[in-house]
């Protein structure tokens, strides 16, 4: 296809050619890197200045040029610990007989020019640490939530289109992805080799195109994972953080190389699973990057209240829109789609010691057998609408027996093999319990069972490191379509009252424009509110609360603060 990539004539030199940029800090002395970091977080605090920086997320790989600045958004699968790289080295030129002091950060390989040797004994190499990253495409990300698709502006209005499972799409095939390292292969210049490392692509492990596994959560996740490396305390780049990076592309053949020439067997693996080919996971030198709190693209990285953005008429109109829709895709039922909306609006914003505070986990039961289609793909399509991240997960006995939902540590490669509960921060479950049938549920299931009940309870994922495991806090907010009660424990559960009169043309009630654009930027705005719970609210709760554990056993106290506060 065409390029949508500025060439690289007429990039500017911070863009095209970073590592320059940083060689010069290099060659001043004194706190360099400090220099360095701050003017490319200088050039990139300007938005225009940003746009100049191409998409990993979007971009094909083969079209970009190793050794560029590009950003890259994405979550944290795992973390590969730490690595020793050269700060700085020495080389000496052979036939002039000259040192030169060169900057080792921002790259995988020297470079070494021809004629020049490395002088790895003397007291100007100079070693750092940096972390190693896993990083994968954000899961569950909603098509107009791609920063830079047709659907990701404010024109874009059109119904999410059908995929299987949650949104999964077709993976390439081992065969595109080996003549992808072809074509990247070809825009590697020679300079960036190292001496004597300059071999036929025929000598690379075609074996481990076909056998690395790119460790996606969800089940036919795709798009493009990277190895993010991290200088400095990495703060923030917790497992499963969305974050947004701006970093040294690194795309060097001879990384393929690494770990074939290992005699250890024990760490052979370990050296496979940690450097897979740089055409299917490129590397990522970070020079910025940022936590993000949303994957909102019509909204700034630092969040505003509501109001900021809508009057306060404006906001209750969104409001009631949205409750149109749901009340739409619901049957026509109200109160099934305050109580949906509610659970949109969820966030876990405290823990008391095990309890999870803001949480609130919906039932609807009664969920018609006989609608053309079922209510759980019918919400799910209207949640991939409107939110950033969300996922439907039909609960089959075929899903529950074979799938793995907690994540699990692989010890022989030392690397953490994903679960489909390894999820970022604030996305949205639809679990489709009709499409579950009388059967067995085995070991797996039943462990899977467990896995999203925690979830649902208590908002942790447990994570499986072989000899134990460990909790680990989540926030996703769940909604559960059932004919009867649900297995599992919701919070409250709110049986559908199907409204016969209402009308059946479903594209008429879906939002466009401008008005879908307001939903999307209300949803995210609310669901981020910072809590605070005024004095007198709390006094004017109280009794409420009362009320409701004496009327319901099982109630949990800070659902029905919850629902008061709402």
Same mark, same amino acid.
């Given at each position: 296809?065409?390029?949508?990539?500025?060439?690289?004539?007429?990039?500017?030199?911070?863009?095209?050619?970073?590592?320059?940029?940083?060689?010069?800090?290099?060659?001043?002395?004194?706190?360099?890197?400090?220099?360095?970091?701050?003017?490319?977080?200088?050039?990139?605090?300007?938005?225009?200045?940003?746009?100049?920086?191409?998409?990993?997320?979007?971009?094909?790989?083969?079209?970009?040029?190793?050794?560029?600045?590009?950003?890259?958004?994405?979550?944290?699968?795992?973390?590969?610990?730490?690595?020793?790289?050269?700060?700085?080295?020495?080389?000496?030129?052979?036939?002039?007989?000259?040192?030169?002091?060169?900057?080792?950060?921002?790259?995988?390989?020297?470079?070494?020019?021809?004629?020049?040797?490395?002088?790895?004994?003397?007291?100007?190499?100079?070693?750092?640490?940096?972390?190693?990253?896993?990083?994968?495409?954000?899961?569950?990300?909603?098509?107009?939530?791609?920063?830079?698709?047709?659907?990701?502006?404010?024109?874009?209005?059109?119904?999410?289109?059908?995929?299987?499972?949650?949104?999964?799409?077709?993976?390439?095939?081992?065969?595109?992805?080996?003549?992808?390292?072809?074509?990247?292969?070809?825009?590697?210049?020679?300079?960036?080799?190292?001496?004597?490392?300059?071999?036929?692509?025929?000598?690379?492990?075609?074996?481990?195109?076909?056998?690395?596994?790119?460790?996606?959560?969800?089940?036919?996740?795709?798009?493009?994972?990277?190895?993010?490396?991290?200088?400095?305390?990495?703060?923030?780049?917790?497992?499963?953080?969305?974050?947004?990076?701006?970093?040294?592309?690194?795309?060097?053949?001879?990384?393929?190389?690494?770990?074939?020439?290992?005699?250890?067997?024990?760490?052979?693996?370990?050296?496979?699973?940690?450097?897979?080919?740089?055409?299917?996971?490129?590397?990522?030198?970070?020079?910025?990057?940022?936590?993000?709190?949303?994957?909102?693209?019509?909204?700034?990285?630092?969040?505003?209240?509501?109001?900021?953005?809508?009057?306060?008429?404006?906001?209750?109109?969104?409001?009631?829109?949205?409750?149109?829709?749901?009340?739409?895709?619901?049957?026509?039922?109200?109160?099934?789609?305050?109580?949906?909306?509610?659970?949109?609006?969820?966030?876990?914003?405290?823990?008391?010691?095990?309890?999870?505070?803001?949480?609130?986990?919906?039932?609807?039961?009664?969920?018609?057998?006989?609608?053309?289609?079922?209510?759980?793909?019918?919400?799910?399509?209207?949640?991939?609408?409107? &939110?950033?991240? +969300?996922?439907? $997960?039909?609960?089959? =006995?075929?899903?529950?027996?074979?799938? *793995?939902? %907690? !994540?699990?540590?692989?010890?022989?490669?030392?690397?953490?093999?994903?679960?489909?509960?390894?999820?970022?921060?604030?996305?949205?479950?639809?679990?489709?319990?009709?499409?579950?049938?009388?059967?067995?549920?085995?070991?797996?299931?039943?462990?899977?069972?467990?896995?999203?009940?925690?979830?649902?309870?208590?908002?942790?994922?447990?994570?499986?490191?072989?000899?134990?495991?460990?909790?680990?806090?989540?926030?996703?907010?769940?909604?559960?379509?059932?004919?009867?009660?649900?297995?599992?424990?919701?919070?409250?559960?709110?049986?559908?009252?199907?409204?016969?009169?209402?009308?059946?043309?479903?594209?008429?009630?879906?939002?466009?424009?401008?008005?879908?654009?307001?939903?999307?930027?209300? &949803?995210?705005? +609310?669901?981020? $509110?910072?809590?605070? =719970?005024?004095?007198?609210?709390?006094? *004017?709760? %109280? !009794?409420?609360?009362?009320?409701?554990?004496?009327?319901?056993?099982?109630?949990?106290?800070?659902?029905?603060?919850?629902?008061?506060?709402?």
């Amino acid at each position: 296809g065409k390029s949508n990539v500025m060439p690289v004539e007429q990039r500017e030199k911070w863009v095209a050619d970073p590592l320059a940029v940083v060689q010069g800090f290099f060659e001043e002395g004194g706190e360099w890197w400090s220099r360095a970091q701050e003017y490319f977080s200088s050039k990139l605090s300007c938005e225009a200045e940003r746009k100049k920086v191409p998409s990993l997320n979007h971009t094909p790989l083969h079209q970009l040029c190793s050794g560029s600045l590009v950003r890259y958004q994405g979550m944290v699968q795992d973390q590969l610990g730490q690595e020793l790289c050269f700060r700085s080295y020495q080389l000496h030129d052979t036939r002039t007989n000259t040192k030169t002091l060169c900057c080792g950060m921002y790259r995988d390989v020297l470079n070494i020019p021809e004629g020049c040797e490395l002088l790895d004994s003397s007291l100007q190499c100079v070693m750092c640490d940096r972390s190693s990253l896993y990083c994968v495409p954000v899961p569950g990300l909603a098509p107009w939530a791609n920063e830079e698709g047709e659907e990701g502006t404010a024109e874009g209005h059109g119904a999410p289109k059908e995929t299987g499972g949650g949104g999964a799409k077709r993976e390439r095939s081992d065969g595109d992805e080996e003549e992808e390292e072809m074509d990247v292969s070809e825009d590697v210049p020679e300079s960036k080799r190292v001496k004597g490392a300059a071999r036929s692509s025929s000598s690379r492990d075609v074996g481990k195109l076909q056998s690395f596994e790119k460790n996606f959560p969800l089940p036919g996740g795709n798009g493009q994972p990277c190895l993010v490396k991290v200088y400095g305390d990495g703060e923030g780049f917790g497992v499963c953080a969305v974050v947004e990076v701006y970093g040294v592309l690194q795309v060097c053949p001879e990384l393929s190389l690494v770990g074939l020439a290992s005699h250890d067997g024990d760490q052979e693996e370990e050296q496979r699973a940690h450097n897979p080919p740089p055409s299917l996971v490129p590397r990522l030198h970070c020079v910025s990057s940022h936590v993000l709190s949303h994957t909102n693209p019509l909204l700034p990285r630092r969040l505003v209240t509501p109001t900021d953005v809508f009057c306060e008429g404006d906001l209750l109109r969104v409001r009631e829109g949205v409750l149109d829709v749901l009340t739409h895709v619901l049957l026509g039922d109200r109160l099934a789609a305050q109580y949906t909306l509610l659970n949109m609006l969820s966030s876990v914003y405290g823990r008391t010691g095990v309890m999870a505070l803001g949480k609130f986990s919906v039932n609807l039961t009664k969920c018609p057998a006989d609608q053309p289609v079922p209510v759980a793909t019918a919400l799910y399509s209207v949640f991939q609408l409107l &939110l950033s991240k +969300c996922y439907l $997960l039909p609960l089959t =006995l075929a899903n529950m027996n074979s799938l *793995a939902f %907690s !994540p699990r540590k692989d010890y022989s490669s030392n690397r953490l093999k994903a679960g489909l509960l390894q999820l970022a921060k604030g996305t949205s479950l639809v679990l489709d319990e009709t499409a579950l049938q009388a059967g067995r549920l085995g070991e797996v299931g039943v462990k899977n069972l467990a896995a999203l009940g925690n979830v649902m309870r208590w908002q942790t994922v447990s994570y499986d490191f072989q000899y134990h495991t460990s909790d680990f806090e989540c926030d996703l907010p769940i909604v559960v379509c059932s004919e009867g009660r649900s297995i599992l424990t919701p919070d409250c559960a709110v049986p559908l009252s199907p409204d016969a009169a209402r009308a059946v043309d479903h594209e008429a009630f879906l939002p466009r424009g401008e008005h879908l654009k307001n939903m999307r930027q209300y &949803l995210t705005l +609310c669901q981020h $509110l910072e809590y605070h =719970l005024p004095p007198s609210v709390q006094k *004017a709760g %109280s !009794p409420h609360t009362v009320t409701c554990q004496c009327a319901v056993r099982h109630t949990h106290v800070h659902t029905c603060i919850h629902a008061t506060d709402h």
